[in-house]
Each structure stands twice: as structure tokens, then as C-alpha cells.
């Protein structure tokens, strides 16, 4: 099902004032819209933890949405709001090293996975995205990525953390 | 899998009341009334003020300190709830504008015309104290407020919280203030507002995260 703006919102009225069957449309109808949101932005076997962990922010904040105002862009909001908190828990993820790319099911959503991943790296300071994408997306280990990069092991700790700070800033801002 | 989890969200579900945010003008109208009778009460209202005669730096000052916590506090409304492409960033330049007070103080400093009387005053420390107190209980309601939204962007209602209420306390206190002219609130005021800026720039993303 499509999420058509004006009948998510009256549905979503319904859903505040306590009915369960529009509550239900409501939520499937943001599953599918969230899980096209959601593909190109993360690795393909991330994307319904991501989108469950967001219906659940839906669920409990729905008292927040104005039904006089249009539907898609206070969901979205809440979507990249979900997707910023799991770039930062995937960066406190320390010896998690390939967290950001995965065995590929669909090669095509991987690769737009990684564009969009790629595109946002170019925005910030070299040092940090090579650091980011040694560590992050390729599986080095912290020694290894200071070998390769010639940074000692502490500036690449510090560039992949100001680097992820910047990236959660542009994802906020965009 | 997700069929299963939203018929468990589905059977969690009752209705809820919509979120408000008049509350949120209300709390911030209450402090600075509270704040200001509390402050008459210690210190006394400026007798110029009480007169109905204001000397020009008096109500550039007040007009600045209500711009700057008006515009916060309508950026902060705007923010409680979820939503793209909205523009929110007037608070920005009205703040920006009202560096016009620590600049003059900056400016005085440098070229050595900065009074001593304006550092060395006990009534600066009064104020410091007396507008953070204000600005502390104005932002904990608006916290206590904001509970019940939904912030994204928690870093920037952090700002806008703190400038809010770091404003709107100082003018609460500002009635009473026997500071004169536009370098002592340029010191003394910043400090106050500065401080509850940064204070709530650093609490709120912590206190307000869901």
C-alpha cells in the first residue's frame, strides 16, 4: 500500500482518538514507505531493524503528529531521526568493523547503498573519510588503517570520530 | 516477521490526547512573571521603570533580551515536533543581532573605555546569579515540557531551549537591574544567557533523547 498524504492523515486522527484498525493501516502503510526510505541509505539486512526500531517511534509518538498538517514529512523526519541514532550506534560499535557494508543479497540496493554512502563521505575532510571508509567500510583494523594512511593509531581514532560526528551533522542538515 | 511486530504494536494502542505546545508559552510567560515578582521582591523594581521613564538603554536592552527569547521560544515550539523543510532558523539572526551588546563591551575592553565599575560591580554578580536561577527554572519547565514531544533535532532545541530561557530570565531580572548603559549588559547579560545556552546545549540532547 501507498501512503496517500491526505487519507494517512485522517487515518492518523483516527489512530489518536483510539482506533485500532486505522492504527494498523497507519503502520503498515509507513512500513512500506520506510522500507523504500530506508533502502540506498543502509546495507539491505539492516533495513527492517531500522524500520522496525522507527515504527515503534511512531507508535509511541503519535500524539505528536498535527493531523492539519501534511503526513510524509513528519514521518520522514522521524525516519532520519532513527537513521542519524543508528550511525551513531554503529560508530560506538567499536570492534564491529564491517558494519557498514555486508554480504549483499540485492547487488543493485548495495550499490546504491554505497553511493549514497560514498556521496556523503566527499563532504568531509579527507583524512576522516579515508579513515572512515579503512576502518568502516573495508574491515581494517585501527594498526592497519594507521599503517596504510602513515596517521598514528590515535589520529585515526580521531579522525573516524569527527569524521561520523560530521556525517550525522550533514544527515541532520540535509 | 513484521506482520507479527506491528499486531504487537497495534494490540499496545489506545488513544492518545495530541501533543500541545501552548504549555510551552505558558511555562516560559509563567517564569518570567514569577521571576520578575521574585526579583521586585529582593531588590526592587528600577525606579525609572516604575516611573514609566526608562532611560534608552533600558528599553533597548528589554527589547533585545524579549526578541531574543521570543524568537528562541518559537524555533523551540517548531522543533518539539517532527517535520522536514521547516524554517526555523529566525532565532539565529535575531541573536546574531543582539551580539550588538557583547560586542560594545568587547570593543570598550579593547580600546581601554571599558569602565571598572562594570567588572568590579557587586550587582554584576547579582545578576549572573539571579538570571541563571531565573533561566535554570524557565528551562527545566520547558524540559519537563518537551518530554512529551518529539525533537530530531536535539542539538538545536538544545540551543534554542537555552537561549530561551537564558533571555527571558535575564529580562526577568533585567526590571530590577540597576546596571546602566550597553557594556554592562553586554558583559554581565551575555555571561547569564551564555551560560544557559551552553547548560541546556549540553542536558537537553541527554534529557530529551527517545
Known amino acids: ?3 496517500d498524504d491526505s487519507s494517512i492523515a485522517r487515518l492518523m486522527a483516527l489512530s489518536q482518538a483510539g482506533d485500532s484498525a486505522a492504527h494498523e493501516a497507519v503502520l503498515r502503510a509507513c512500513r512500506n514507505w520506510l522500507t523504500r526510505y530506508f533502502s540506498g541509505k543502509i546495507p539491505s539486512d539492516q533495513i527492517e531493524d531500522l524500520v522496525q526500531e522507527t515504527l515503534i517511534s511512531v507508535h509511541r509518538k503519535r500524539a505528536t503528529y498535527d493531523h492539519t498538517r501534511p503526513f510524509i514529512p513528519w514521518l520522514a523526519a522521524i525516519a532520519r531521526y532513527r537513521w542519524i541514532d543508528r550511525l551513531r ?22 550499490i546504491s547503498a ?39 593509531e590515535s589520529a585515526v581514532k580521531m579522525n573516524i570520530f569527527r569524521g561520523i560526528r560530521r556525517l550525522s551533522a550533514l544527515v541532520e542538515e540535509e | 516477521m513484521t506482520d507479527d511486530f506491528i499486531s504487537a504494536l497495534v494490540a499496545d494502542h489506545r488513544a492518545v490526547r495530541p501533543f500541545r505546545v501552548w504549555p510551552g508559552w505558558a511555562i516560559a510567560a509563567a517564569g518570567v512573571i514569577m521571576g520578575a515578582i521574585a526579583c521586585h521582591m529582593a531588590f526592587g523594581i528600577r525606579p525609572d521603570i516604575l516611573m514609566g521613564e526608562p532611560q534608552e538603554s533600558v528599553v533597548i536592552r528589554t527589547a533585545a533580551l524579549l526578541t531574543v527569547g521570543l524568537a528562541s521560544l518559537v524555533a523551540t515550539v517548531s522543533l518539539s515536533r517532527p517535520g522536514v523543510g521547516k524554517a526555523a532558523d529566525g532565532w539565529l539572526w535575531v541573536a546574531a543581532f543582539a551580539t550588538i551588546f557583547p560586542l560594545t563591551a568587547i570593543f570598550y575592553f579593547a580600546t581601554g573605555r571599558l569602565p571598572d565599575y562594570i567588572i568590579h560591580a557587586s550587582s554584576g554578580i547579582r545578576c549572573l546569579i539571579a538570571s541563571t536561577l531565573i533561566a535554570l527554572a524557565i528551562g527545566t519547565g520547558l524540559v519537563t515540557w518537551l518530554r512529551r ?31 546602566p548603559g550597553m557594556a554592562y549588559p553586554g558583559v554581565w547579560y551575555t555571561g547569564a544567557v551564555m551560560i544557559s545556552a551552553l547548560a541546556w546545549r549540553i542536558a537537553v540532547p541527554h534529557l530529551l533523547r527517545w
Open chain 1, 1 to 3: 500500500m501507498r501512503i
Open chain 2, 149 to 179: 514531544a518529539a525533537p530530531v533535532r536535539p542539538r538545536r532545541i538544545g540551543w534554542t531551549v537555552g537561549l530561551a530561557s537564558g533571555s527571558l530570565g535575564t529580562l526577568a531580572y533585567s526590571l530590577t537591574c540597576p546596571g
Open chain 1, 114 to 152: 554505497s553511493i549514497s554512502i560514498e556521496r556523503m563521505l566527499q563532504m568531509i575532510p579527507s583524512k576522516q573519510s579515508e579513515a572512515i571508509r579503512l576502518v568502516k567500510l573495508r574491515g581494517h583494523s585501527i594498526a592497519e588503517a594507521a599503517q596504510i594512511t602513515t596517521q598514528s
Open chain 1, 89 to 110: 550506534t554503529v560508530y560506538r560499535q567499536e570492534n564491529n568493523t564491517a558494519e557498514m557494508v555486508t554480504d549483499s543479497i540485492d547487488p543493485e540496493e548495495e
